[in-house]
Protein backbone atom coordinates (compact mmCIF):
# COMPACT_ATOMS: atom_id res chain seq x y z
CA UNK A 1 0.00 0.00 0.00
CA UNK A 2 0.96 3.49 -0.50
CA UNK A 3 1.53 5.51 2.50
CA UNK A 4 -0.34 9.21 2.43
CA UNK A 5 1.60 12.24 1.93
CA UNK A 6 2.72 13.52 5.13
CA UNK A 7 0.70 16.49 6.24
CA UNK A 8 -1.33 16.46 2.96
CA UNK A 9 -5.02 15.89 2.45
CA UNK A 10 -6.42 13.56 -0.71
CA UNK A 11 -7.41 15.42 -2.98
CA UNK A 12 -10.12 14.97 -6.45
CA UNK A 13 -11.56 17.16 -9.25
CA UNK A 14 -14.42 16.94 -10.04
CA UNK A 15 -17.13 18.61 -13.04
CA UNK A 16 -18.33 20.88 -10.27
CA UNK A 17 -14.80 21.47 -9.33
CA UNK A 18 -12.26 20.13 -5.93
CA UNK A 19 -12.86 18.42 -3.55
CA UNK A 20 -10.15 18.21 -0.61
CA UNK A 21 -10.98 15.10 1.35
CA UNK A 22 -8.50 13.30 4.82
CA UNK A 23 -6.39 10.41 5.08
CA UNK A 24 -7.39 8.12 7.28
CA UNK A 25 -4.61 5.14 7.66
CA UNK A 26 -4.45 3.58 4.44
CA UNK A 27 -7.71 5.12 3.45
CA UNK A 28 -8.98 8.39 1.46
CA UNK A 29 -12.34 9.52 2.92
CA UNK A 30 -14.40 11.80 1.44
CA UNK A 31 -17.47 13.41 3.25
CA UNK A 32 -20.38 15.55 2.70
CA UNK A 33 -19.58 16.28 -1.23
CA UNK A 34 -23.47 17.47 -2.88
CA UNK A 35 -24.68 15.26 -5.52
CA UNK A 36 -27.52 17.91 -6.06
CA UNK A 37 -28.77 21.50 -4.88
CA UNK A 38 -30.13 21.90 -1.37
CA UNK A 39 -33.84 21.17 -1.94
CA UNK A 40 -35.15 24.23 0.28
CA UNK A 41 -36.34 27.35 -0.44
CA UNK A 42 -37.74 28.08 -4.31
CA UNK A 43 -36.44 24.08 -4.77
CA UNK A 44 -38.54 23.38 -1.57
CA UNK A 45 -40.92 19.97 -3.14
CA UNK A 46 -39.03 19.84 -6.90
CA UNK A 47 -37.24 17.39 -8.16
CA UNK A 48 -33.61 16.96 -7.39
CA UNK A 49 -31.39 19.80 -9.19
CA UNK A 50 -27.96 19.01 -10.04
CA UNK A 51 -25.03 20.44 -8.25
CA UNK A 52 -23.58 23.70 -8.96
CA UNK A 53 -19.84 24.36 -9.51
CA UNK A 54 -17.88 25.87 -6.65
CA UNK A 55 -15.40 27.84 -6.54
CA UNK A 56 -11.50 26.77 -4.49
CA UNK A 57 -11.80 23.90 -2.71
CA UNK A 58 -14.87 22.40 -1.07
CA UNK A 59 -13.66 21.04 2.57
CA UNK A 60 -15.17 17.45 2.52
CA UNK A 61 -13.49 16.52 6.01
CA UNK A 62 -17.02 15.97 7.52
CA UNK A 63 -20.23 14.92 6.78
CA UNK A 64 -23.29 16.86 5.19
CA UNK A 65 -25.93 17.25 7.37
CA UNK A 66 -29.12 14.70 7.57
CA UNK A 67 -32.41 15.46 6.11
CA UNK A 68 -34.75 16.83 8.28
CA UNK A 69 -36.32 14.78 11.14
CA UNK A 70 -37.44 14.95 14.40
CA UNK A 71 -34.93 14.65 17.40
CA UNK A 72 -34.60 10.94 18.34
CA UNK A 73 -36.64 12.15 21.66
CA UNK A 74 -39.66 13.83 21.08
CA UNK A 75 -40.04 16.82 23.25
CA UNK A 76 -42.18 19.84 23.47
CA UNK A 77 -41.05 22.23 22.61
CA UNK A 78 -40.31 20.35 19.25
CA UNK A 79 -36.56 19.71 17.83
CA UNK A 80 -35.21 18.83 15.03
CA UNK A 81 -31.93 17.64 13.60
CA UNK A 82 -30.73 18.24 9.91
CA UNK A 83 -30.27 20.75 7.61
CA UNK A 84 -31.32 22.25 4.23
CA UNK A 85 -27.88 21.19 2.67
CA UNK A 86 -28.37 17.72 2.74
CA UNK A 87 -28.21 15.37 -0.89
CA UNK A 88 -24.46 14.46 -0.33
CA UNK A 89 -22.73 11.54 -0.44
CA UNK A 90 -19.38 10.16 1.02
CA UNK A 91 -16.83 8.15 -0.46
CA UNK A 92 -14.19 5.72 1.67
CA UNK A 93 -11.65 3.99 -0.58
CA UNK A 94 -8.26 2.62 -0.75
CA UNK A 95 -5.44 5.68 -1.24
CA UNK A 96 -3.54 3.25 -3.00
CA UNK A 97 -3.19 3.71 -6.46
CA UNK A 98 -5.91 1.26 -8.35
CA UNK A 99 -8.60 1.24 -11.17
CA UNK A 100 -12.08 0.32 -11.59
CA UNK A 101 -12.57 -1.38 -7.79
CA UNK A 102 -15.91 -2.82 -7.37
CA UNK A 103 -18.62 -0.07 -5.50
CA UNK A 104 -20.60 -0.34 -3.06
CA UNK A 105 -23.74 2.33 -2.72
CA UNK A 106 -25.60 2.33 0.70
CA UNK A 107 -28.90 3.49 1.64
CA UNK A 108 -30.06 3.96 4.67
CA UNK A 109 -32.82 3.35 6.25
CA UNK A 110 -35.23 4.83 8.93
CA UNK A 111 -38.87 4.39 8.16
CA UNK A 112 -38.92 7.17 5.08
CA UNK A 113 -39.06 9.95 8.27
CA UNK A 114 -35.79 9.49 10.33
CA UNK A 115 -32.18 8.34 9.76
CA UNK A 116 -29.09 9.03 7.41
CA UNK A 117 -24.81 8.23 6.37
CA UNK A 118 -23.78 9.47 9.18
CA UNK A 119 -24.81 7.00 11.66
CA UNK A 120 -21.40 5.69 12.79
CA UNK A 121 -22.93 1.95 12.22
CA UNK A 122 -22.63 2.80 8.71
CA UNK A 123 -18.79 3.71 8.68
CA UNK A 124 -17.65 2.36 5.39
CA UNK A 125 -13.96 1.93 6.23
CA UNK A 126 -14.11 -1.66 7.09
CA UNK A 127 -15.94 -2.46 3.83
CA UNK A 128 -12.92 -0.32 1.63
CA UNK A 129 -10.40 -2.08 3.49
CA UNK A 130 -12.21 -5.59 1.48
CA UNK A 131 -11.05 -3.57 -1.46
CA UNK A 132 -14.03 -2.09 -2.53
CA UNK A 133 -14.91 1.52 -3.14
CA UNK A 134 -17.79 2.46 -0.42
CA UNK A 135 -20.50 5.15 -0.88
CA UNK A 136 -23.40 6.61 1.16
CA UNK A 137 -25.73 9.38 0.46
CA UNK A 138 -28.52 11.01 2.53
CA UNK A 139 -32.43 11.48 0.58
CA UNK A 140 -35.27 13.87 1.78
CA UNK A 141 -37.66 11.83 4.17
CA UNK A 142 -41.03 12.30 5.52
CA UNK A 143 -43.37 15.52 4.22
CA UNK A 144 -40.66 17.02 2.21
CA UNK A 145 -39.00 13.17 0.23
CA UNK A 146 -42.22 11.39 0.31
CA UNK A 147 -46.18 13.25 0.26
CA UNK A 148 -48.15 13.45 -2.49
CA UNK A 149 -48.84 17.35 -2.92
CA UNK A 150 -51.31 18.36 -5.45
CA UNK A 151 -49.71 19.59 -9.14
CA UNK A 152 -46.15 18.52 -7.46
CA UNK A 153 -43.81 15.23 -8.27
CA UNK A 154 -44.17 12.06 -6.01
CA UNK A 155 -41.66 10.20 -4.38
CA UNK A 156 -39.15 13.08 -4.37
CA UNK A 157 -36.96 10.82 -2.11
CA UNK A 158 -36.92 8.01 -4.73
CA UNK A 159 -35.93 10.52 -7.12
CA UNK A 160 -32.80 11.50 -5.07
CA UNK A 161 -32.04 7.93 -4.82
CA UNK A 162 -32.05 8.09 -8.67
CA UNK A 163 -29.76 11.40 -8.60
CA UNK A 164 -27.18 9.71 -6.17
CA UNK A 165 -27.24 6.75 -8.79
CA UNK A 166 -26.93 9.00 -11.28
CA UNK A 167 -23.47 10.92 -9.80
CA UNK A 168 -22.15 7.67 -8.81
CA UNK A 169 -22.28 6.44 -12.66
CA UNK A 170 -20.51 9.80 -13.69
CA UNK A 171 -17.97 10.56 -11.31
CA UNK A 172 -16.92 6.94 -9.30
CA UNK A 173 -14.18 7.15 -11.54
CA UNK A 174 -12.62 9.75 -9.71
CA UNK A 175 -12.42 7.35 -6.67
CA UNK A 176 -11.30 4.11 -8.29
CA UNK A 177 -14.48 2.80 -8.48
CA UNK A 178 -16.08 0.82 -11.65
CA UNK A 179 -18.97 1.91 -12.50
CA UNK A 180 -19.77 -1.47 -14.20
CA UNK A 181 -19.73 -3.02 -11.16
CA UNK A 182 -22.39 -1.09 -8.79
CA UNK A 183 -23.96 -3.22 -5.83
CA UNK A 184 -26.37 -1.22 -4.60
CA UNK A 185 -27.49 -2.16 -0.94
CA UNK A 186 -29.98 -1.43 1.79
CA UNK A 187 -31.61 -1.94 5.04
CA UNK A 188 -35.46 -1.33 5.76
CA UNK A 189 -37.22 1.77 4.05
CA UNK A 190 -33.25 1.87 2.37
CA UNK A 191 -34.00 -1.93 0.76
CA UNK A 192 -37.59 -1.06 0.57
CA UNK A 193 -36.78 2.16 -1.23
CA UNK A 194 -34.19 0.24 -3.70
CA UNK A 195 -36.82 -2.34 -4.66
CA UNK A 196 -39.11 0.28 -5.36
CA UNK A 197 -36.28 1.68 -7.76
CA UNK A 198 -35.60 -1.79 -9.15
CA UNK A 199 -39.51 -1.66 -10.21
CA UNK A 200 -38.93 1.57 -12.23
CA UNK A 201 -37.58 1.76 -15.57
CA UNK A 202 -35.32 5.17 -14.49
CA UNK A 203 -32.99 2.40 -12.75
CA UNK A 204 -32.08 0.60 -15.60
CA UNK A 205 -28.15 0.25 -15.84
CA UNK A 206 -27.35 1.94 -12.63
CA UNK A 207 -26.67 -0.84 -10.30
CA UNK A 208 -25.04 -4.52 -11.73
CA UNK A 209 -25.85 -6.14 -8.02
CA UNK A 210 -28.04 -5.82 -4.96
CA UNK A 211 -28.55 -6.36 -1.30
CA UNK A 212 -31.83 -6.28 0.20
CA UNK A 213 -31.47 -6.15 4.09
CA UNK A 214 -35.00 -6.65 5.34
CA UNK A 215 -36.85 -5.21 2.23
CA UNK A 216 -40.63 -3.69 2.88
CA UNK A 217 -42.37 -3.92 -0.58
CA UNK A 218 -45.43 -1.78 1.49
CA UNK A 219 -46.31 1.30 -0.59
CA UNK A 220 -49.31 3.58 -0.56
CA UNK A 221 -51.88 3.88 -2.69
CA UNK A 222 -52.77 7.74 -3.75
CA UNK A 223 -55.82 8.06 -1.52
CA UNK A 224 -53.88 6.36 1.73
CA UNK A 225 -50.87 8.96 0.99
CA UNK A 226 -53.30 11.51 0.97
CA UNK A 227 -55.02 10.71 4.01
CA UNK A 228 -51.51 10.72 5.74
CA UNK A 229 -50.83 14.07 4.49
CA UNK A 230 -54.03 15.31 5.45
CA UNK A 231 -53.56 13.81 9.25
CA UNK A 232 -50.41 15.60 9.03
CA UNK A 233 -51.64 18.60 8.53
CA UNK A 234 -54.21 18.51 10.87
CA UNK A 235 -52.45 18.04 13.79
CA UNK A 236 -49.72 21.28 12.46
CA UNK A 237 -53.42 23.22 12.03
CA UNK A 238 -52.72 23.97 8.53
CA UNK A 239 -53.56 22.63 5.71
CA UNK A 240 -52.87 19.79 3.21
CA UNK A 241 -50.92 22.06 0.75
CA UNK A 242 -47.43 22.62 -0.39
CA UNK A 243 -47.58 26.26 0.22
CA UNK A 244 -48.91 25.76 3.81
CA UNK A 245 -46.76 22.81 4.80
CA UNK A 246 -43.60 24.86 3.55
CA UNK A 247 -44.33 27.63 5.53
CA UNK A 248 -44.81 25.21 8.65
CA UNK A 249 -41.63 25.48 11.06
CA UNK A 250 -39.34 22.54 10.31
CA UNK A 251 -39.49 20.99 14.03
CA UNK A 252 -42.67 21.17 13.89
CA UNK A 253 -43.39 19.57 10.56
CA UNK A 254 -40.83 16.76 11.31
CA UNK A 255 -41.98 15.82 14.89
CA UNK A 256 -45.70 15.73 13.92
CA UNK A 257 -44.71 12.79 11.63
CA UNK A 258 -42.29 11.42 14.26
CA UNK A 259 -46.05 11.32 16.61
CA UNK A 260 -48.27 9.73 13.96
CA UNK A 261 -45.02 7.24 13.77
CA UNK A 262 -44.55 6.89 17.35
CA UNK A 263 -48.46 6.26 18.29
CA UNK A 264 -50.51 3.53 17.28
CA UNK A 265 -53.73 5.67 19.22
CA UNK A 266 -52.85 8.56 17.07
CA UNK A 267 -52.95 6.58 13.85
CA UNK A 268 -56.30 5.18 14.34
CA UNK A 269 -57.60 9.00 14.95
CA UNK A 270 -56.98 10.32 11.68
CA UNK A 271 -58.03 7.30 10.01
CA UNK A 272 -55.09 5.83 8.77
CA UNK A 273 -54.45 2.45 7.53
CA UNK A 274 -53.49 -0.27 10.44
CA UNK A 275 -51.39 -1.71 7.35
CA UNK A 276 -49.32 1.40 7.47
CA UNK A 277 -46.66 1.29 10.40
CA UNK A 278 -44.99 4.62 9.17
CA UNK A 279 -47.63 7.54 7.60
CA UNK A 280 -45.99 7.96 4.64
CA UNK A 281 -44.16 5.78 2.26
CA UNK A 282 -43.32 5.62 -1.34
CA UNK A 283 -46.95 6.04 -3.47
CA UNK A 284 -47.43 4.05 -6.87
CA UNK A 285 -48.21 7.36 -8.25
CA UNK A 286 -48.42 6.01 -12.15
CA UNK A 287 -45.33 7.85 -13.23
CA UNK A 288 -42.04 7.42 -10.49
CA UNK A 289 -43.42 4.79 -9.30
CA UNK A 290 -45.41 3.03 -11.89
CA UNK A 291 -46.14 -0.29 -10.07
CA UNK A 292 -46.12 -2.01 -6.74
CA UNK A 293 -42.32 -2.91 -6.23
CA UNK A 294 -43.51 -6.82 -6.89
CA UNK A 295 -45.31 -6.10 -9.72
CA UNK A 296 -42.53 -3.13 -10.95
CA UNK A 297 -39.36 -5.69 -10.79
CA UNK A 298 -41.84 -8.81 -12.66
CA UNK A 299 -42.44 -6.19 -15.26
CA UNK A 300 -38.40 -5.16 -15.47
CA UNK A 301 -37.28 -8.37 -15.09
CA UNK A 302 -39.44 -9.75 -18.00
CA UNK A 303 -36.28 -8.98 -20.37
CA UNK A 304 -33.32 -11.25 -18.56
CA UNK A 305 -30.81 -8.92 -19.68
CA UNK A 306 -32.31 -6.56 -16.94
CA UNK A 307 -30.58 -5.33 -13.92
CA UNK A 308 -29.74 -6.20 -11.50
CA UNK A 309 -28.36 -9.34 -12.26
CA UNK A 310 -27.67 -10.72 -8.65
CA UNK A 311 -29.33 -10.71 -5.50
CA UNK A 312 -28.88 -10.81 -2.24
CA UNK A 313 -31.88 -10.71 0.06
CA UNK A 314 -33.17 -12.06 3.46
CA UNK A 315 -34.33 -10.80 6.82
CA UNK A 316 -33.93 -11.19 10.85
CA UNK A 317 -36.29 -13.68 12.93
CA UNK A 318 -37.90 -11.23 14.85
CA UNK A 319 -37.57 -8.32 12.95
CA UNK A 320 -40.61 -6.16 15.01
CA UNK A 321 -39.25 -7.13 18.05
CA UNK A 322 -37.35 -3.51 17.64
CA UNK A 323 -40.42 -1.41 17.64
CA UNK A 324 -42.40 -3.21 20.43
CA UNK A 325 -40.20 -4.63 23.01
CA UNK A 326 -37.48 -1.81 24.02
CA UNK A 327 -40.98 0.55 24.72
CA UNK A 328 -42.87 -2.48 26.35
CA UNK A 329 -45.34 -1.97 23.79
CA UNK A 330 -45.69 -5.76 23.60
CA UNK A 331 -47.01 -5.69 26.37
CA UNK A 332 -50.13 -3.71 25.93
CA UNK A 333 -50.78 -5.43 22.62
CA UNK A 334 -54.30 -7.21 22.85
CA UNK A 335 -56.30 -9.40 20.39
CA UNK A 336 -58.47 -6.54 19.27
CA UNK A 337 -55.46 -5.03 17.93
CA UNK A 338 -53.74 -7.91 16.06
CA UNK A 339 -57.12 -8.48 14.49
CA UNK A 340 -57.11 -5.49 13.07
CA UNK A 341 -54.07 -5.58 11.77
CA UNK A 342 -54.81 -8.86 10.22
CA UNK A 343 -58.24 -7.44 8.53
CA UNK A 344 -55.73 -4.60 6.75
CA UNK A 345 -53.33 -7.26 5.87
CA UNK A 346 -56.04 -9.26 3.89
CA UNK A 347 -55.73 -12.27 6.42
CA UNK A 348 -59.47 -13.71 5.74
CA UNK A 349 -61.11 -15.37 8.83
CA UNK A 350 -59.60 -18.89 8.02
CA UNK A 351 -56.02 -17.89 7.89
CA UNK A 352 -56.02 -15.90 10.55
CA UNK A 353 -56.94 -18.50 13.15
CA UNK A 354 -54.59 -20.96 10.83
CA UNK A 355 -51.82 -18.55 11.48
CA UNK A 356 -52.91 -18.34 15.28
CA UNK A 357 -52.65 -21.79 15.63
CA UNK A 358 -48.92 -21.66 14.21
CA UNK A 359 -47.84 -19.72 17.37
CA UNK A 360 -50.97 -20.71 19.73
CA UNK A 361 -48.62 -20.32 22.79
CA UNK A 362 -47.92 -16.45 21.78
CA UNK A 363 -49.28 -13.30 23.54
CA UNK A 364 -50.99 -10.72 21.94
CA UNK A 365 -47.90 -8.68 21.48
CA UNK A 366 -45.91 -11.70 20.53
CA UNK A 367 -48.60 -12.77 18.01
CA UNK A 368 -48.27 -9.03 16.62
CA UNK A 369 -44.55 -9.04 16.08
CA UNK A 370 -44.39 -12.41 14.35
CA UNK A 371 -47.72 -11.10 12.08
CA UNK A 372 -45.98 -7.67 11.22
CA UNK A 373 -42.38 -9.32 11.14
CA UNK A 374 -43.94 -11.56 8.54
CA UNK A 375 -45.48 -9.25 6.57
CA UNK A 376 -43.56 -6.79 6.39
CA UNK A 377 -40.35 -8.13 5.78
CA UNK A 378 -39.82 -11.80 6.26
CA UNK A 379 -42.10 -12.74 3.08
CA UNK A 380 -41.32 -10.15 0.99
CA UNK A 381 -37.40 -11.41 1.50
CA UNK A 382 -38.45 -14.74 0.64
CA UNK A 383 -41.14 -13.78 -2.40
CA UNK A 384 -37.86 -11.36 -3.89
CA UNK A 385 -35.66 -14.19 -4.03
CA UNK A 386 -38.25 -16.28 -5.76
CA UNK A 387 -38.86 -13.71 -8.08
CA UNK A 388 -35.21 -13.63 -8.81
CA UNK A 389 -34.47 -17.15 -9.29
CA UNK A 390 -37.56 -17.17 -11.49
CA UNK A 391 -36.41 -14.58 -13.65
CA UNK A 392 -32.83 -16.09 -14.03
CA UNK A 393 -30.86 -14.09 -11.36
CA UNK A 394 -28.18 -15.41 -8.97
CA UNK A 395 -30.39 -15.10 -6.04
CA UNK A 396 -29.03 -15.98 -2.75
CA UNK A 397 -31.36 -15.75 0.55
CA UNK A 398 -30.64 -15.19 4.54
CA UNK A 399 -32.43 -15.64 7.67
CA UNK A 400 -30.56 -13.42 10.31
CA UNK A 401 -31.43 -15.61 13.86
CA UNK A 402 -28.20 -13.93 15.78
CA UNK A 403 -30.35 -12.75 19.33
CA UNK A 404 -29.35 -9.65 21.61
CA UNK A 405 -29.32 -10.02 25.01
CA UNK A 406 -30.50 -6.87 25.21
CA UNK A 407 -33.92 -5.71 26.81
CA UNK A 408 -33.22 -8.78 29.37
CA UNK A 409 -32.85 -11.09 26.05
CA UNK A 410 -36.09 -10.18 25.10
CA UNK A 411 -34.84 -8.07 21.74
CA UNK A 412 -34.06 -11.42 19.80
CA UNK A 413 -33.00 -11.19 16.13
CA UNK A 414 -34.32 -7.85 16.01
CA UNK A 415 -34.71 -5.64 13.02
CA UNK A 416 -31.69 -4.18 11.90
CA UNK A 417 -29.99 -6.20 14.50
CA UNK A 418 -27.89 -7.68 11.39
CA UNK A 419 -25.89 -4.27 10.93
CA UNK A 420 -22.71 -4.24 13.22
CA UNK A 421 -21.90 -7.28 11.92
CA UNK A 422 -22.78 -6.81 8.11
CA UNK A 423 -20.63 -3.60 8.71
CA UNK A 424 -18.13 -5.11 11.08
CA UNK A 425 -18.90 -1.69 13.49
CA UNK A 426 -19.85 -3.75 17.02
CA UNK A 427 -18.09 -1.49 18.77
CA UNK A 428 -19.94 1.64 17.29
CA UNK A 429 -22.34 3.53 20.02
CA UNK A 430 -25.15 1.92 17.58
CA UNK A 431 -23.59 -1.23 17.34
CA UNK A 432 -23.42 -1.47 21.30
CA UNK A 433 -26.99 -0.28 21.64
CA UNK A 434 -27.78 -3.27 19.28
CA UNK A 435 -26.07 -6.08 20.40
CA UNK A 436 -24.11 -5.40 23.32
CA UNK A 437 -21.06 -5.34 24.70
CA UNK A 438 -20.61 -9.36 24.08
CA UNK A 439 -21.47 -9.63 20.30
CA UNK A 440 -19.67 -12.58 18.43
CA UNK A 441 -16.81 -10.76 16.57
CA UNK A 442 -16.90 -13.73 14.83
CA UNK A 443 -19.93 -13.57 13.19
CA UNK A 444 -18.66 -10.39 12.21
CA UNK A 445 -15.75 -11.56 10.77
CA UNK A 446 -17.79 -13.97 8.61
CA UNK A 447 -20.77 -11.80 7.53
CA UNK A 448 -18.72 -8.67 6.91
CA UNK A 449 -16.33 -10.74 4.20
CA UNK A 450 -19.06 -12.03 2.57
CA UNK A 451 -20.68 -8.99 1.70
CA UNK A 452 -17.60 -7.77 -0.02
CA UNK A 453 -17.44 -11.00 -1.96
CA UNK A 454 -20.75 -10.48 -3.46
CA UNK A 455 -19.90 -6.91 -4.29
CA UNK A 456 -16.60 -7.75 -5.99
CA UNK A 457 -18.02 -11.04 -7.45
CA UNK A 458 -21.55 -11.24 -7.73
CA UNK A 459 -20.95 -14.70 -5.47
CA UNK A 460 -20.68 -15.57 -2.23
CA UNK A 461 -18.50 -18.99 -1.69
CA UNK A 462 -20.67 -19.66 1.82
CA UNK A 463 -23.60 -20.78 0.50
CA UNK A 464 -25.19 -21.94 -2.82
CA UNK A 465 -27.50 -19.86 -4.83
CA UNK A 466 -30.80 -21.12 -5.96
CA UNK A 467 -31.78 -23.25 -8.66
CA UNK A 468 -34.55 -25.33 -9.77
CA UNK A 469 -33.32 -28.39 -7.78
CA UNK A 470 -30.92 -26.62 -4.53
CA UNK A 471 -33.47 -23.82 -2.88
CA UNK A 472 -32.35 -22.95 0.81
CA UNK A 473 -31.59 -20.24 2.65
CA UNK A 474 -28.19 -19.09 5.07
CA UNK A 475 -29.10 -18.99 8.56
CA UNK A 476 -26.69 -16.35 10.06
CA UNK A 477 -25.82 -17.41 13.80
CA UNK A 478 -23.60 -19.09 15.83
CA UNK A 479 -22.72 -20.18 13.66
CA UNK A 480 -23.82 -20.33 10.22
CA UNK A 481 -25.42 -23.05 9.06
CA UNK A 482 -26.94 -23.39 5.29
CA UNK A 483 -30.32 -25.03 5.28
CA UNK A 484 -32.85 -26.30 2.56
CA UNK A 485 -35.99 -24.97 2.20
CA UNK A 486 -38.18 -26.66 3.57
CA UNK A 487 -42.56 -26.47 3.54
CA UNK A 488 -43.19 -23.42 5.93
CA UNK A 489 -46.78 -23.11 6.46
CA UNK A 490 -46.99 -19.14 7.74
CA UNK A 491 -45.32 -18.77 4.15
CA UNK A 492 -48.07 -20.59 2.86
CA UNK A 493 -50.87 -18.49 4.49
CA UNK A 494 -49.20 -15.13 3.19
CA UNK A 495 -48.67 -15.99 -0.32
CA UNK A 496 -53.06 -15.85 -0.36
CA UNK A 497 -52.43 -12.25 0.58
CA UNK A 498 -49.48 -11.24 -1.56
CA UNK A 499 -51.31 -12.68 -4.90
CA UNK A 500 -54.65 -10.56 -4.39
CA UNK A 501 -55.05 -6.78 -3.80
CA UNK A 502 -54.64 -5.47 -0.38
CA UNK A 503 -57.51 -3.60 1.38
CA UNK A 504 -57.87 0.05 0.96
Known amino acids: ?54 QGVLDASSFGPVAPQASSTLTDPPTWVGGENCLTVNIWHPSATAEKRPVMVWFPGGGFMRGGSSDSLYD ?13 FNYRLGIDGFAQLPGLVANRGLLDQLAALRWVQDNIHHFGGDAASVTAFGVSAGAGALACLMAMPQSRGLMQRAILQSPSVSVQTPAENELAVRAIASCLGVDPTAKALASAPLAQLVTEVARLASSYPLRQQHGLNPRNFFPLRPVVDGQVLPLPPLEGIAREWADSQGTPQEVLVGANADEMNFYLVPNQEID ?28 ANATPGELLSRMQSDFY ?51 SPNGLAFAGP ?23 SAWPAWSAHQQG ?6 PTDWQAEHADPALAIWRKVFGRPLPS
Open 124 to 136: GASFARQGVVFVS
Open 438 to 460: GAPQALADQLHPWWAEFARTGQC
Open 332 to 359: TVDMARVEVFAQACGLGADEFTAYRQLH
Open 473 to 478: RMCLAM
Open 377 to 427: YRVPATLLAELAQAKGKSVRLYDFQWRSPQCDGCMGAAHAMELPFVFNTLA
Open 1 to 54: MNKPPSGQRPQVALAQGLCGGVYEGDLSVYRGIPYAEPPFGARRFMPPEAAKPW
